[in-house]
Nanobody, 126 residues
C-alpha cells in the first residue's frame, strides 16, 4: 500500500483547506485511513480516521465540528476538509493507512504496520 498526499499550504485564520490521500498498490475496501499531524516541538497527534467498509469516522476533540473526513471509493482517495482553521492547526499533516484493519491505525498508529504518506505542510497565519 502506497499513499500519496496532495493539498495543504498557507491559509489565513478562519480559512479552509482540503487534503487528499490517494492509495495505490491496494484497493481500500477494508481497513482505514487516518490523518495525523505534528507541529514543531510537539508530539504527533491523531486528527481523524475513517473506516473504509463501514464508513465510521473518528475525530480528535480539537477538530470536531471543523474538519470532515470522507472517502471516494472510485478514486481510492480519502479527503480531509479543514474549515475554520486556527493558527494552532499549523503542522505537517500525514495520512496513514492499513488495508486490512483499523486497529493498527487509530487512535495510535503502529509505525511498522501502516503505510504513510509523504506529509504536507499546513500553515495557518495572517
Amino acid at each position: 500500500l502506497q499513499l500519496v498526499q496532495s493539498g495543504g499550504g498557507l491559509v489565513q485564520p478562519g480559512g479552509s483547506l482540503r487534503l487528499s490521500c490517494t492509495a495505490s498498490g491496494s484497493t481500500l475496501y477494508y481497513g482505514g485511513v487516518g490523518w495525523f499531524r505534528q507541529a514543531p516541538g510537539k508530539e504527533r497527534e491523531g486528527v481523524s480516521c475513517i473506516e473504509m467498509d463501514s464508513g465510521r469516522t473518528f475525530y480528535a476533540d480539537s477538530v470536531k465540528g471543523r474538519f470532515t473526513i470522507s472517502k471516494d471509493n472510485a478514486k481510492n482517495t480519502v479527503y480531509l476538509q479543514m474549515n475554520s482553521l486556527k493558527p494552532e492547526d499549523t503542522a505537517i499533516y500525514y495520512c496513514a493507512g492499513d488495508d486490512v484493519t483499523i486497529a493498527t491505525l487509530w487512535p495510535i498508529p503502529l509505525d511498522g504496520e501502516v503505510s504513510w504518506g509523504q506529509g504536507t505542510q499546513v500553515t495557518v497565519s495572517s
